[in-house]
């Protein structure tokens, strides 16, 4: 009588990000994986790789330069949720290239500044295109920094009305309703293609 493996130990079929492929005490987690609970799960979208003489398990991309984030990435995206410690952003490009989905990430006040910023509404509203870096994929989430010059705000809008602000000197201005707001800005402000 023969045991039939379980579906997620056998080479070659399609897995999705968050599929389980097998359990650490099996296996050696590698390229496209991630572990969470001794488990591990497929970090990407791809074909899994079992092998069983180096009891090794990786995901690779079906897509030859399938494009994610990966630590030290320069990512664009747009801020969502806000709150006073943090922000959501989504993250559609990476680099110049645009993705066909999006990832979530989030910056936290202590990666916008060496100097003290008390609150995220200080740096970034809602709405706002940021260039960020990844740091860190800790608990499969990107955080990310806007702490370098080159790094910070590309678009922001007006909380007020919507409009795209312009920059006057370290300033932003609205120009329907004369707003005055600031932002951690970009060097390029307004001028990266989107």
Do not use: W
Request: charged letters at 25%; proline letters at 5%; hydrophobic letters at 35%.
């Amino acid at each position: 009588m023969s045991a039939l493996k379980p579906p997620e130990q056998k080479s070659g079929h399609l897995v999705l990000p968050g599929e389980r492929l097998g359990v650490i005490e099996e296996f050696i987690p590698d390229a496209g994986t991630y572990v969470k609970d001794g488990i591990i799960y497929s970090k990407i979208v791809g074909r899994a790789l079992i092998d069983l003489l180096n009891k090794k398990v990786s995901v690779y991309p079906v897509v030859e330069g399938v494009v994610v984030p990966k630590v030290s990435s320069i990512v664009i995206g747009q801020i969502g949720n806000a709150q006073s410690d943090n922000v959501l952003v989504r993250i559609f490009r990476i680099g110049k290239k645009s993705l066909t989905g999006s990832f979530g990430g989030i910056l936290h006040v202590s990666d916008v500044s060496d100097r003290y910023v008390n609150a995220m509404n200080d740096v970034c509203k809602p709405g706002d295109i940021i260039r960020a870096k990844v740091i860190s994929e800790k608990n499969q989430i990107y955080h990310l920094s806007i702490n370098d010059k080159n790094l910070g705000i590309l678009y922001a809008f007006c909380s007020r009305d919507g409009a795209l602000l312009e920059q006057q000197r370290y300033d932003l201005k609205c120009p329907k309703c004369g707003n005055v707001e600031r932002r951690k800005l970009a060097p390029d402000y307004g001028k990266e293609p989107i």
